[in-house]
Structures are given as C-alpha cells and as structure tokens.
T-cell receptor, first 113, second 114 residues
Framework: AAGVIQSPRHLIKEKRETATLKCYPIPRHDTVYWYQQGPGQDPQFLISFYEKMQSDKGSIPDRFSAQQFSDYHSELNMSSLELGDSALYFC????????????FGSGTQLSVL | AQTVTQSQPEMSVQEAETVTLSCTYDTSESDYYLFWYKQPPSRQMILVIRQEAYKQQNATENRFSVNFQKAAKSFSLKISDSQLGDAAMYFCAYKNFGNEKLTFGTGTRLTIIP
C-alpha cells in the first residue's frame, strides 16, 4: 500500500542556508501536519494544512514557511538555518473522515553544520 | 492547552514478560482521541493503538492493550509477551475531536532483556 513519502531522507546544510522539505501524502489524504523532533525530544507540531489552506499553526519560527499544493503535496521551506534547526522533520497525513487515522512519513533528517 | 505526561523516561522488561507504560493527560474537552506510537531506532513513527474517549471499552491490538481511565485522565499501555522487536521509544499522544494536531508526551524508552 502507498505510504506517506518524504524527501529527501537526509539533508545537510550550513548555517544561514535554506532548505526545502517535501511531503507527498497517501492518495485521497487532504490534510498534512508537519512536526519537528529534536535529538532526544518528543515531536513538536509546526503547522498543518487542510484542502490547501493553513488550518493550524504551532511553534513554527518565522524563518519557516509551508504550503500545500493543488496535488496535496506539501513543502516546508526553511531559511537562515541555525544549528538548532537540526532535527528530524516528520509529516503526517490523513483523510477527511473524522475517524481517519494519521499516517506518518519516515521523516527528513536535517543536519545544520 | 492540552498536555501529555509520561513519567517513566525508561523501562525495561524481560522477554516474554508483561510491561505497562504510564501516561496521563490534561484536557477540558470531552471528545478526544488518545494514541500510543512506537518509534524504533529507524525513527519511523508507528501507530500502536488508538482509543476514542467516548468508548468505554479499552482498545486492544493483539499483544497491546490499554487501560483508559477517563475520569482520572490516565491512558496506560500494556504489552504482553514482550518481544525483542518491541524495543523502541513509546510516545503517548492526544488529539482533540476533529481535524486537529497531535500533542505528544516526552516518551518512554523501552528495553527488552533477552
């Protein structure tokens, strides 16, 4: 069965550079959530989209932005990267039904040097 | 805001034995979902079990079961017949009814002793 696809799996950047992370949901999933998980930390919610509109916002820095496209894939754009941005970035997607389960991607491991 | 607390940073259990992981949460909502997620060294987040707050019956998935005490706001996970593959970080998570985000606890690292 198709799963949530995230790319790239690993990304190495230097301070002050930019990064773009991509998330491709399971077919017919219209809701995307982005989470950041620092080393040894629990996942922290960043932002979510429903039907291509931002639906909720968490602890996302102003240096980060995200959007959901017409094909429902989502991109997380990160600028002026800092060492503290090094983390595993998950996206999770779900369908429209209220009882729909959430499916996680494998994550993108971002390392900022 | 909702909070999720896991008071056991680490737990260990002998293979084939039973272990219980604790989770408490705080919410003013009456309709919500609770989850246990497993995160092995691969760091893939895997759903173990889910409980709807309106259901009184405790959820069960094979060797995994929960003890959901709504009044006490407690949601513990019991793993029976522990296997080596159960070794992972376990996160308890909460979600309001509707299309909302998950709030995670800080996790419990489970070690299985052969």
């Amino acid at each position: 069965a198709a799963g949530v696809i995230q790319s790239p799996r690993h990304l190495i950047k230097e301070k002050r550079e930019t990064a773009t992370l991509k998330c491709y949901p399971i077919p017919r999933h219209d809701t995307v959530y982005w989470y950041q998980q620092g080393p040894g930390q629990d996942p922290q919610f960043l932002i979510s989209f429903y039907e291509k509109m931002q639906s909720d916002k968490g602890s996302i820095p102003d240096r980060f932005s995200a959007q959901q496209f017409s094909d429902y894939h989502s991109e997380l754009n990160m600028s002026s990267l800092e060492l503290g941005d090094s983390a595993l970035y998950f996206c999770a997607t779900r369908g429209t039904g209220l009882n729909e389960k959430l499916f996680f991607g494998s994550g993108t491991q971002l390392s900022v040097l | 805001a909702q909070t999720v607390t896991q008071s056991q940073p680490e737990m260990s259990v002998q293979e084939a034995e039973t272990v219980t992981l604790s989770c408490t949460y705080d919410t003013s909502e009456s309709d919500y979902y609770l989850f246990w997620y497993k995160q092995p060294p691969s760091r893939q987040m895997i759903l173990v079990i889910r409980q709807e707050a309106y259901k009184q019956q405790n959820a069960t998935e094979n060797r995994f079961s929960v003890n959901f005490q709504k009044a006490a706001k407690s949601f513990s996970l019991k793993i029976s017949d522990s296997q080596l593959g159960d070794a992972a970080m376990y996160f308890c998570a909460y979600k309001n009814f509707g299309n909302e985000k998950l709030t995670f606890g800080t996790g419990t690292r489970l070690t299985i002793i052969p």
